[in-house]
T-cell receptor, first 113, second 112 residues
Framework: LAKTTQPISMDSYEGQEVNITCSHN???????ITWYQQFPSQGPRFIIQ???TKVTNEVASLFIPADRKSSTLSLPRVSLSDTAVYYC??????????????FGSGTKLNVKP | DGGITQSPKYLFRKEGQNVTLSCEQN?????MYWYRQDPGQGLRLIYY???????QKGDIAEGYSVSREKKESFPLTVTSAQKNPTAFYLC???????????FGPGTRLTVT
């Protein structure tokens, strides 16, 4: 299983764009990159998933460079309600072990007014 | 409304007692999961099940047991063999391997 490394915490202000980078140097050919968001005392919520280049949905964008050894979650114009922990996960969707992916400690994003 | 329910939200038990946490989903998902989360930490996988009547151990299965007799239900029993059971327990489900996981609201278990 590819290990991921994320910053422990980040601070931002309302209205700013926030970029959270995740390192996964040992990513395998069939691995996908998935991001989840978790608020205190709640279960995580899926944000976005990608394999290469750029993926965008209504809440975020995911940038993956050609070597795929890192990825960046981009949150446009954050608000106070985006204060949460963000987890980066890497795994092979076809592998029997995909479901045993590792959440890690995530990145705690603190958005200030 | 489709979703995952966990009950109760808070649970208190005396040391040495077994306790069962409920997890029900009406999303028609094949796969279900149990995670444990300690303060300030990430999630750790306890057990998962990809189909009815089948389940596999996760990374920290010792002291826990599960059953999957129905597609909708995946109860977790925290046994007296679990050395440090106080934690936040999260149940999740997904359509299958590699699919997005949907999480329940969690059960906070306190054992004294």
């Amino acid at each position: 299983l590819a290990k991921t490394t994320q910053p422990i915490s980040m601070d931002s202000y309302e209205g700013q764009e926030v970029n959270i980078t995740c390192s996964h140097n040992n990513i395998a050919t069939n691995d996908y990159i998935t991001w989840y968001q978790q608020f205190p005392s709640q279960g995580p919520r899926f944000i976005i998933q990608g394999y290469k280049t750029k993926v965008t949905n209504e809440v975020a964008s995911l940038f993956i460079p050609a070597d795929r050894k890192s990825s960046t979650l981009s949150l446009p114009r954050v608000s106070l309600s985006d204060t949460a922990v963000y987890y980066c996960l890497v795994g092979d969707r076809r592998s029997e072990n995909f479901n045993k992916f590792y959440f890690g400690s995530g990145t705690k994003l603190n958005v200030k007014p | 409304d489709g979703g995952i329910t966990q009950s109760p939200k808070y649970l208190f038990r005396k040391e040495g007692q077994n306790v069962t946490l409920s997890c029900e989903q009406n999303l028609n998902h094949d796969a279900m999961y149990w995670y444990r989360q300690d303060p300030g930490q990430g999630l750790r996988l306890i057990y998962y099940s990809q189909i009815v009547n089948d389940f596999q151990k996760g990374d920290i299965a010792e002291g826990y047991s599960v059953s999957r007799e129905k597609k909708e239900s995946f109860p977790l029993t925290v046994t007296s063999a679990q050395k440090n059971p106080t934690a936040f327990y999260l149940c999740a489900s997904s359509m299958g391997r590699g699919s997005e996981q949907y999480f329940g609201p969690g059960t906070r278990l306190t054992v004294t």
